[in-house]
């Protein structure tokens, strides 16, 4: 992966220019391969992806487990795996180890094993900006258990929930620092991202009332989405990019509110954290961008299909939605295989 997307640059100096539109979490591990095995640039970049991605599945249906019967369990692994964000699993993108740091992050809360929960976090947000809400999901969880539940002295507790907090964001925390001393501007992230066009507090408000970043349009897209009947022009990708985002968003959000309703409070407040996130960041954007693949993180929505189909007497119909999802990645796949970049 070639992560110098866009220059930019500081203190007036034209030629100063960093490559920072990706977080390292990534790059710093196909560097490392390929120094230690001698991998040719292609390998490099691509196996860790595949890899992480295979090993995020088994991880996810040990996760799935504690949450669900085994039949339900093996649905949800089955929706997981064949979510078209899974593209990713063969290209050199992040979202493979973003998406397996994410479930040690909860497999590891859920066991108890808090700090190594944090561990996991703080290397999570290495990968991505969109985890720290992971960071602060179980920071809040955590900070629940200590200074509620337990009782324990509210000095005390106060700095282990810092300290928890601090692990729990490390990475970012990390890659902020080295672009201060690197950079001089801890957001050089942040700021790098006007490359690709900066948009006001309200132009971002009217994304977010519009839908047009999702969408590409507005509600005339989604409902024409939804009917199949995006017209294609000269790009047939854009409209499987519409089809796939609506299919997305729709399921992201009727999913966080079956983990609400199931009780599975941990998991619906990231969920609702990543939708929001995800939403309000992308609404900067000049156009339309891919829901499925920034949306693939939120893996509580896949323990949510699992519920679903646990507690459903119509079990065809999550059956179908299971086809319609693996029908888009399929498409997905061919496309990418066929030198479109359906993002």
């Given at each position: 992966m070639d992560i110098v997307q866009h220059g930019y640059s500081y203190n007036g100096n034209p030629n100063v220019q960093q490559n920072i539109a990706f977080f390292p979490l990534y790059p710093i591990i196909m560097k490392v391969l390929g120094q230690l095995f001698g991998l040719q640039n292609g390998v490099a970049t691509i196996f860790p992806a595949l890899f992480f991605g295979v090993a995020s599945i088994y991880a996810f249906h040990a996760l799935a487990r504690t949450r669900l019967h085994e039949n339900a369990s093996l649905f949800a692994t089955a929706a997981y795996a064949l979510y078209p964000g899974?593209?990713?699993?063969?290209?050199?993108?992040?979202?493979s180890v973003m998406n397996l740091l994410v479930i040690a992050t909860l497999l590891a809360f859920n066991r108890?094993?808090?700090?190594?929960?944090?561990?996991a976090a703080?290397?999570?947000?290495?990968?991505?900006?969109?985890?720290?809400?992971?960071s602060a999901t179980i920071t809040l969880a955590y900070a629940n258990k200590i200074i509620f539940e337990k009782n324990q002295q509210k000095i005390s507790g106060f700095f282990q929930v810092i300290f928890f907090a601090t692990l729990s964001l490390s990475g970012?925390?990390?890659?902020?620092?080295?672009?201060?001393?690197a950079f001089g501007n801890a957001l050089a992230f942040v700021d790098v991202q006007k490359a690709w066009?900066?948009?006001?507090?309200?132009?971002?408000?009217?994304?977010?009332?519009?839908?047009?970043?999702?969408?590409g349009g507005g509600y005339g897209s989604f409902f024409r989405s939804i009917f199949f009947l995006q017209p294609t022009g000269k790009s047939p990708e854009g409209s499987v990019e519409y089809i796939t985002n609506t299919f997305s968003i729709i399921m992201a959000v009727y999913s966080t509110w079956?983990?609400?309703?199931?009780?599975?409070?941990?998991?619906?407040?990231?969920?609702?954290?990543?939708?929001?996130?995800?939403?309000?960041?992308?609404?900067?954007?000049?156009?339309?961008?891919?829901t499925f693949r920034l949306l693939y993180i939120d893996i509580p929505i896949f323990i949510a299909a699992g519920i679903y189909f646990q507690n459903s007497d119509k079990k065809i119909s999550c059956l179908l939605l299971l086809a319609f999802s693996a029908l888009a990645l399929l498409i997905q796949i061919?496309?990418?295989?066929s030198g479109y970049w359906v993002i």
């Open positions: 899974a593209t990713f699993f063969v290209s050199a993108y992040p979202t108890k094993k808090y700090f190594l929960a944090a561990i703080g290397i999570s947000t290495a990968g991505g900006a969109l985890l720290v809400f992971l970012i925390i990390g890659f902020m620092l080295y672009q201060k001393i066009g900066y948009k006001s507090i309200v132009d971002r408000i009217i994304n977010l009332v519009t839908l047009s970043p999702i969408f079956i983990l609400y309703k199931f009780k599975e409070y941990l998991l619906s407040i990231y969920s609702l954290l990543v939708l929001l996130g995800y939403i309000w960041f992308i609404g900067s954007v000049q156009g339309p961008s891919s061919s496309f990418f295989a």
